[in-house]
């Protein structure tokens, strides 16, 4: 595709409930990761896959958040149990591979998750 | 840890003027990474140039030049003949030669004044 892209671009969430966060990737990006942006704040890293690999969840900040890639394009981000801390934007970016000029990473515009 | 410290939450500038976005970032590595992200307010953040460590000469992209200075650890940004569009939040990034993960500043929101 042309670019990153996520949806839902919004989701409202009650406390409790559990989300799901879609990001398609550029066609053919290997690397694919995950981020957190707080309000006002730089993104934070929370996962990577390489292919449907993955390779760390050394920034998931619980056991409520969890990522997959089942097929290395798609991947969905899943939060279970929102909490009002959970609230952010979550971004998606891609990377064509791993080596010297292949790692620019391309990222999505975002879904603005809201827990009220 | 790598942490990178954007220090100015806050720039703006004149239409057509210049303006410096400071970085500072610290790290033990020989072999790294920088990047200036701009996030306009949709939000899809764009890269802007990017500097290898061992390169001595300056990035430059257009209106953006970079002022690298390894032995201090600053990666400062300038904007050129600043444009209406260039107003956004900019992103200082760090990455590790072989890593993968991005480390972030705060960010400087940029207003153009026209």
């Known amino acids: 595709g042309a670019g990153v892209s996520q949806s839902p671009r919004y989701k409202v969430a009650k406390r409790g409930q559990d989300v799901a966060l879609r990001c398609d990737p550029i066609s053919g990006h290997v690397s694919l990761f995950w981020y957190q942006q707080a309000l006002g704040q730089g993104p934070e890293f929370l996962t990577y896959f390489q292919n449907e690999a993955q390779l760390d969840k050394s920034g998931l900040p619980s056991d409520r958040f969890f990522a997959e890639r089942p097929e290395g394009s798609v991947s969905t981000l899943k939060i279970q149990r929102t909490q009002q801390e959970d609230s952010a934007v979550y971004l998606c970016?891609?990377?064509?591979?791993w080596g010297q000029g292949l790692q620019t990473q391309y990222f999505g515009p975002g879904t603005r998750l809201l827990v009220l | 840890a790598q942490t990178v410290t954007q220090s100015q939450p806050e720039m703006s500038v004149q239409e057509a003027e210049t303006v410096t976005l400071s970085c500072t970032y610290d790290t033990s590595e020989s072999d790294y990474y920088l990047f200036w992200y701009k996030q306009p307010p949709s939000r899809q953040m764009i890269l802007v140039i990017r500097q290898e460590a061992y390169k001595q000469q300056n990035a430059t992209e257009n209106r953006f030049s970079v002022n690298f200075q390894k032995a201090a650890k600053s990666f400062s940004l300038k904007i050129s003949d600043s444009q209406l569009g260039d107003a956004a939040m900019y992103f200082c990034?760090?990455?590790?030669?072989?890593?993968?993960?991005?480390?972030f500043g705060a960010g400087t929101t940029v207003t153009v004044r026209a």
């Open positions: 970016a891609s990377s064509l591979g």
């Open positions: 990034a760090y990455r590790r030669g072989f890593d993968y993960k991005l480390s």
